[in-house]
């Protein structure tokens, strides 16, 4: 049975970073890391700077670096805002 | 009629002129073509912002945060982007005119001006405004700390009591030839207003909301003035981009009219002197 997916966003100020279906996700919140599946209940968080973890549904991984922002998770659909974003885990 | 060499100088002048008005031209175009990226890219951070924050202000029903409180306007100072040079048509003169109707319509209130941008400072104080703390806009890509420069002057305005209402006059950028004025209120902040019923829908917080916030609108409000100097950047290059090729326009038509005179006077001279070596043979014929 295939995972099932959420949409996640990753935006800066400067441009759309990500924008992909994915299955789980892990970002660093400022009170620990986290981790996000699909029908997670809404949740609003600070983040702070650090790596965000993404599998997609076929089991590939994303992964980013970034430096600080918010994350918004509705119903079934991450959006994070952050200050900055470099693709890859540093 | 001026003299052969008169026109022909002239003419010249004319001719290197239009070289760099059309070289202008043509580097406003590039630079606009990129400032327009910068616009369509930072649109869907503000979008998800918007977003973001009538989420939390849906959740929450006491919002309260010192850059929300209300309070009865005393001191105005009005942010004010107009360019770094001139030579960019009305477009400064338009968004001065903008940013001292806004002034006019609040004369009551004690006001400051801060204007981002060298084209700025004077032309208010010759208008007789309190000039307040002056911003370079850099002739490089917008950065958020750009932006953050601003703000961070802005809240300490604010927050300290010395204005009670802040206002951002900047471009709005639709196309190159839609440039439009815009009054925009900074502080207090307005939030976006959530729309539909309240949902049922219990948010988790991550730290608590009030906190959240308190992180949250400094934010909001650094991404609002990045918003307008990009697009103040975009409408810049626009206006340039459009003055300059009239400019270049006028030049051709002027030369067309100059090398026509130029002709006329050409031809008149050459008339003139066979009719001067007619006469001279007809009184030798005598």
């Known amino acids: 049975m295939p995972d099932r997916t959420f949409t996640l966003d990753i935006v800066t100020p400067e441009q759309l970073v990500l924008s992909e279906d994915v299955a789980s996700l892990t970002v660093p919140a400022v009170e620990g890391y986290l981790g996000v599946l699909a029908g997670h209940a809404p949740l609003m968080a600070e983040l702070r700077q650090g790596e965000i973890h993404a599998r997609r549904a076929d089991g590939t991984r994303v992964a980013m670096t970034i ?6 998770v509705g119903h079934n659909h ?7 974003a470099e693709t890859g885990a540093g | 009629m001026a003299g052969l060499r008169d026109i022909r100088q002239r003419i010249r002048i004319v001719r290197n002129i239009q070289k760099i008005t059309s070289a202008m031209q043509m580097v406003a175009a590039a630079r606009l073509k990129r400032a327009q990226d910068r616009v369509g890219a930072a649109r869907p951070y503000a979008e998800k912002m918007a977003e973001v924050m009538s989420n939390l202000s849906r959740a929450t029903t006491d919002i309260s945060h010192p850059l929300l409180e209300t309070r009865d306007p005393q001191r105005l100072a009005v942010v004010v982007v107009t360019a770094d040079r001139g030579l960019c048509g009305s477009y400064n003169t338009n968004i001065i005119r903008q940013a001292v109707q806004l002034l006019r319509a609040h004369a009551e209130l004690e006001a400051v001006v801060l204007p981002v941008g060298n084209r700025g400072p004077a032309s208010f104080r010759r208008l007789g405004y309190t000039v307040g703390a002056t911003f370079p806009l850099p002739s490089r890509d917008v950065l958020l700390s750009d932006a953050q420069a601003i ?4 809240r300490r305005l ?3 009591g010395a204005v009670d209402l802040v206002y951002l006059v900047y471009t709005r950028f639709y196309s190159a030839l839609r440039l439009q004025p815009t009054v925009q209120q900074l502080l207090p902040l ?3 207003q ?3 019923v309240a949902t049922a829908e219990e948010y988790l917080f991550e730290p608590e909301p009030h906190r959240l916030l308190a992180n ?3 934010r909001y409000l650094d991404m609002q003035v990045f918003q307008a100097l990009v697009e103040s950047v975009a409408s810049e290059q626009g206006a340039r981009m459009t003055s300059m090729r009239s400019a270049s326009d006028n030049a051709a038509e002027m030369i067309d009219r100059l090398t026509l005179s130029f002709n006329r006077a050409r031809q008149a001279a050459i008339t003139k002197e066979i009719a001067e070596i007619v006469g001279g043979a007809d009184a030798l014929k005598g």
């Open chain 2, 151 to 154: 703000t961070a002057e802005v």
């Open chain 2, 158 to 160: 604010f927050e300290s």
């Open chain 2, 190 to 192: 307005q939030t976006p």
């Open chain 1, 78 to 84: 991450v959006v994070i805002l952050a200050d900055s």
């Open chain 2, 216 to 218: 949250l609108l400094p």
């Open chain 2, 194 to 196: 959530a729309e539909g």
């Open chain 1, 67 to 72: 430096g600080g922002g918010f994350m918004d």
